[in-house]
């Protein structure tokens, strides 16, 4: 027989006064302890609880006095059991009395109307068991209204209809030993009431916008694009020559163009560079003036990128520095240095270029009527020469947007005295058909024979290739690069696309006719280079002589003694 549901019975049944008494008479207790004792090694329980007969007791005079031993061991576990609740009802009992403290509730109540058992512990244990029984089964209901895929704010209107949603339960929280029990709080040992979760509706995630620069980039081409394009010397490196701040700049914005005079005015400016250079203590030139120079390399490449001459020309410095004895004295070093740079300017550009010029002259004839593309410098050079020997012959520069370099070409060809008709590539079908030969200039050329150059020379070449025109392209060998191409799109230079007139402005010195809307959903696409098929090249005349775009890996090899 279960003990608990006893002796709360017959708590309940006993008055309050009665109780009292009971525990404020410790001789009493002591002597009704002694008599449970003998009592039970009797074998005839007589037990008692505050002066009342126990139920238990009653239920057992009424058997048969012949008992088994295995009864009178079941007896005595009961006694032994209701001993313990006895001993921690008389522990709560005080507790329960004291008045709760100001701004403090009851914790623990009945929540069932009409039944009030204030004091009594076993009876309210009894009710929270029963509610968290209920709140277990109202739960269980929910999962199973919840599986069949029905709303849970539909279930709590049900059950909230029915009555049977019953309060959360608020239990105290003891503190535990050594713990702080805040006081300032009326919520501070409550227990948080069961919250069920209502049917959650998928949010769709929010959409970031994009940054302006990433709208703008053609999504296949997004390898090209790099650091934006440094227009200022703000943010630039302290150690950064003045003039390497000058050039930088003048690149950016075209002022200095074309692949021979960026490479010759970066080796001047590398000249004051080291000229101003002063060995730091601790280390020597060969290995601290690779480093200085590598400080202003980076700066010219956030310029713009290098182009295939400035890094054949940078490579060779650097080896040159680090062939220097380290026990050279520094002005000695810097001066042969100096030296070195002004030899492979002379010899590889200026004394190439009239090479080249002197060779192109002869495949000149009276009468001819040669066509350009943009501006080349050893073009340019090539026509002035065959006017200086008195051959009488016609160009056609055909030139592109942004840059407009053919314009230029055009006036300083014009100025010398020659017969220059000047056009763009929508006319080129037409002004193809009175041309002779095409000559055109190179910004690099591959080692599988393609010409890397100015974007719209491979147009060129196509259309001369199906007019049977011959196409000879004048290169130093500066320019060659053992690099492979097979398209324009694995490598190239990437221009802003405000350099092709899209403006959401209109600038104060441009007619209206002249500005080209920029939507934001418009990528414009402003690439600097293409690349020519070696097929649509018939020559390549370097300083090394004339030779097929087959052997431009011979040459180089040949140039770099390698």
């Known amino acids: ?34 008599k449970k004792l003998d009592t039970q090694k009797s074998g005839a329980p007589q037990s008692t609880v505050n002066g ?16 088994s031993g295995a009864e009178l061991k079941k007896r005595a576990k009961a006694e032994k059991a209701a001993k313990r609740a006895q001993a921690k009802q008389e522990q709560q009992i005080p507790l329960q009395e004291e008045p709760p403290k100001s701004g403090k509730t009851n914790m623990v109540k009945d929540r069932t109307p009409g039944l009030h058992a204030t004091g009594n512990t076993s009876i309210e244990n009894t009710q929270q068991s029963s509610d968290i029984y209920s709140l277990g089964c109202v739960f269980n209901e929910m999962l199973t209204w919840v599986s069949q895929g029905k709303s849970a704010d539909k279930f709590l209107e049900v059950q909230r209809a029915k009555g049977s949603i019953l309060q959360p339960l ?68 302290k150690d950064v020559h003045p003039s390497v701040l000058a050039l930088g700049l003048q690149m950016s914005n075209y ?20 000229h101003a250079y002063t060995t730091p203590p601790g280390t020597s ?22 182009s295939i001459s400035m890094g054949n020309a940078i490579r060779w410095l650097k080896l040159a520095i680090s062939t220097i004895d380290p026990d050279t004295a520094e002005s000695q070093a810097k001066a042969e240095l100096c030296l070195a740079i002004d030899n492979f300017i002379r010899e590889r550009i200026t004394v190439a270029g009239q090479a080249i010029a002197s060779s192109a002259c002869s495949r000149i004839q009276d009468g001819d009527v040669i066509l350009t593309f943009a501006k080349s410098s050893i073009v340019e050079r090539t026509l002035a020469e065959a006017y200086k020997q008195g051959k009488k012959f016609r160009v056609i520069v055909v030139d592109s947007r942004p840059l407009h370099e053919g314009r230029n070409l055009a006036l300083a060809l014009a100025d010398i005295g020659l017969k220059v008709q000047y056009a763009l590539t929508d006319t080129l079908s ?35 290739k199906e007019t049977d025109i011959p196409v000879i392209v004048l290169c130093e060998s500066v320019k060659l690069t053992e690099r492979v191409a097979l398209d324009s799109i694995s490598f190239n230079e990437v221009a802003p696309p405000e350099e092709l007139g899209f403006s959401k402005t209109q600038p104060s010195n441009e007619s209206p006719s002249e ?14 280079y293409d690349l020519t098929p ?19 890996p011979v040459v180089h090899r040949l140039s770099t003694n390698t």
């Open 1 to 34: 027989m279960d003990q608990e549901p006893v002796e709360a019975l017959t708590s309940s049944v006993m008055p309050a006064s009665t109780q009292d008494a009971a525990e404020n008479k410790p001789g009493k207790k002591e002597k009704r302890d002694s």
């Open 52 to 67: 009342t007969k126990n139920v238990a007791e009653k239920v057992t005079e009424q058997k048969d006095e012949n008992i």
């Open 170 to 237: 608020q239990l105290p929280i003891p503190p535990s030993k050594g713990q702080h029990q805040r006081k300032g709080s009326n919520t501070a040992n409550v227990q948080k009431p069961l919250q069920l979760r209502p049917s959650q509706q998928p949010t769709p995630a929010p959409v970031s916008e994009p940054r302006k620069s990433e709208v703008k980039k053609v999504g296949f081409l997004s390898h090209l694009y790099g650091a934006p394009k440094r227009t200022t010397i703000v943010g630039a490196n």
């Open 255 to 274: 002022v200095i163009c074309g692949s021979n005079a960026r490479c010759v005015s970066t080796l001047l400016v590398f000249k004051k560079v080291i």
């Open 285 to 306: 030139l060969p290995r601290h003036l690779t480093l200085h120079l590598s400080t202003q390399i980076d700066y010219l490449v956030s310029c713009r990128p290098l």
């Open 430 to 464: 037409h002004v193809i058909q009175d041309a002779t030969k095409v000559f055109l200039g190179a910004h690099g050329m591959m080692s599988n024979g393609r010409l890397y150059s100015r974007i719209g020379t491979a147009m060129v070449a196509m259309m001369a």
């Open 515 to 528: 500005i080209i809307p920029d939507p934001p959903n418009l990528q414009a696409l402003n690439l600097m």
């Open 534 to 552: 070696a097929e649509f090249i018939n020559m390549v005349i370097t300083e090394y002589g004339s030779i097929p775009p087959c052997s431009v």
